[in-house]
């Protein structure tokens, strides 16, 4: 088990090098998405058109945040982490797009596995629940796109510093802490009874 | 009249803040006793973090957590009413709230999933209601349960030979939808369990349990406080940890309600409530008088 400090873009190297249990606190760039707007970029990739961002060696953060709107622009309340199973079907679709990271809550399953396998990409567990922590280190909403989703749903590109500490839960090698958990956990319940 | 519609509305409002920006004291304290008794590492620092969240939403009056869940308020009520326009404050304080950055517009429309963007709705907040003649005051339970655990939640209509000796099938049942549940709904969390009725009864007694009881309490009934023990200690001998990445606490308690039920059937419902408890509650007095509860009220 490691700390690591890793700044966006991010490159395969450095996803590669990370392994289940390593904590890393990261730098630059992220992107918020979850149902809705993954299905929206899934929209706009089979149209033919352009994502509003690069997702190159980029992060796509499981969340949606608690915002004020002031005149034009937002301030940023607080943001943690929503449940990422729900994005299960989308992680090779995420992977393809050049997506390095996914950070997110509860783990995902054997599809978004492989994706991390096949990408190089890593799955990194958010502290559940702790949004006044996460969301003090976003410096600053850099973007917001498809608000007509609504605040969770909308992409939102927000610049963070040192945000963490993120788990890494699932890495490239095939590895996942849930998988662990699960497989040993359904040992123990045989043993119970 | 001493509750005018203005100083009622008042009263419910801050209710709302107050619920968004701290958890209920019960689970501090559990927090607390999990990480002192925490070995692995990642846990211990996943329970810390979560600590230092509460704080500092304190210090700077923010939400605790980000997502507001769905509400739903528990009402108790005498002759002595006092209930007038409740439900229409409670949804413009929810309304007024969300714009004063307290609450994520999170309510949408369960088909189209459209989002009005200021948490209105059909249903929004949900109330159950419930006759206490003998009671003066009217109490307000309001709980803002997380959403993301509820995708860990299940039910089952039983029957009495999945029940099996020592109820060993239902406790089966329990353990392994934690198991299923891992790390989804936030843990460490807790577990409502309601026994009984049909299903729609069964699952709103899941909801009641974490709900309105103290996350610290002993069942009175001591077929259900042995349940309710040795549940909790079995789950948390799966190791599903704080965050869901491994660790000795995931469950902090488990509450169990039970009513009767049909010869033919065991409904059993489960749900659970993630760490962020925001609950708070009031009772209000038809002399004026009132008393928080949960939050800097009799229960702190």
């Known amino acids: ?193 | 009249m001493f509750w005018t519609r203005e100083k009622l509305y008042e009263e419910i409002y801050n209710l709302i803040v107050d619920t968004c920006l701290s958890i209920s004291p019960d689970a501090k304290d559990l927090l607390q006793q999990s990480l002192k008794k925490e070995t692995n590492e990642t846990a211990k620092n996943m329970l810390q973090t979560m600590l230092e969240d509460v704080e500092m939403a304190k210090k700077l009056k923010k939400p605790v957590c980000q997502s507001p869940g769905f509400g739903t308020v528990y009402v108790s009520f005498s002759d002595t009413a006092l209930l007038k326009d409740i439900k229409e404050i409670y949804s413009q304080a929810i309304i007024e709230a969300t714009k004063n950055g307290f609450l994520r517009p999170s309510m949408v429309h369960p088909l189209t999933r459209k989002n009005p963007g200021d948490n209105s709705g059909i249903g929004v907040p949900n109330f159950e209601f419930v006759y206490k003649p003998e009671q003066e005051y009217v109490e307000h339970i309001l709980s803002f349960k997380g959403c993301g655990a509820e995708l860990g939640n299940a039910m089952k209509i039983m029957t009495t030979a999945m029940l099996g000796k020592n109820y060993v099938g239902f406790k089966k049942f329990v353990i392994e939808t934690a198991l299923a549940a891992g790390g989804k709904p936030c843990p460490p969390y807790v577990i409502g369990i309601g026994i009984g009725g049909q299903m729609d009864i069964a699952c709103k007694l899941a909801r009641q349990a974490v709900s309105i009881r103290d996350w610290r309490d002993s069942n009175p009934d001591p077929l259900l406080k042995e349940l309710e023990k040795e549940l909790c200690e079995k789950i948390n001998s799966l190791k599903i940890g704080a965050a869901g990445t491994g660790g000795d606490t995931s469950c902090l308690a488990v509450k169990i309600e039970m009513v009767s039920t049909h010869t033919a059937i065991l409904p059993v419902g489960i749900s659970f409530h993630c760490w962020p408890a925001r609950r708070g509650g009031i009772r209000i007095y038809p002399d004026g008088r009132k008393e928080r509860l949960f939050l800097g009220g009799i229960n702190q």
């Open chain 1, 1 to 193: 088990m490691k700390e690591v400090k890793l700044n966006t873009p991010l490159k395969e190297k450095d996803i590669r090098d990370l392994k289940i249990g390593d904590v890393v606190y990261i730098s630059g760039y992220i992107c918020t998405s979850r149902d809705m707007g993954h299905l929206k970029m899934k929209e706009v990739i089979a149209e033919g058109e352009k994502l509003p961002v690069d997702l190159t060696g980029g992060v796509i953060f499981h969340a949606g945040p608690v915002v004020k709107k002031k005149d034009s622009t937002y301030e940023l309340r607080v943001i943690g982490p929503t449940t990422s199973i729900r994005m299960e079907p989308h992680s090779d679709f995420i992977g393809n797009l050049g997506v390095k990271m996914i950070i997110g809550k509860g783990g995902m399953d054997e599809g978004t596995s492989n994706a991390l396998q096949k990408y190089g990409m890593a799955y990194l567990q958010a502290p559940p629940g702790c949004a006044v922590v996460l969301g003090e280190k976003v410096e600053k909403v850099e973007n917001v796109y498809w608000m007509e989703l609504g605040v969770p749903e909308a992409l939102w590109v927000l610049k963070v510093n040192e945000f963490g500490p993120l788990v890494v839960g699932m890495d490239s090698t095939g590895d996942s802490i849930y998988r662990d958990i699960k497989v040993n956990g359904k040992k123990l319940i045989e043993k119970m009874f």
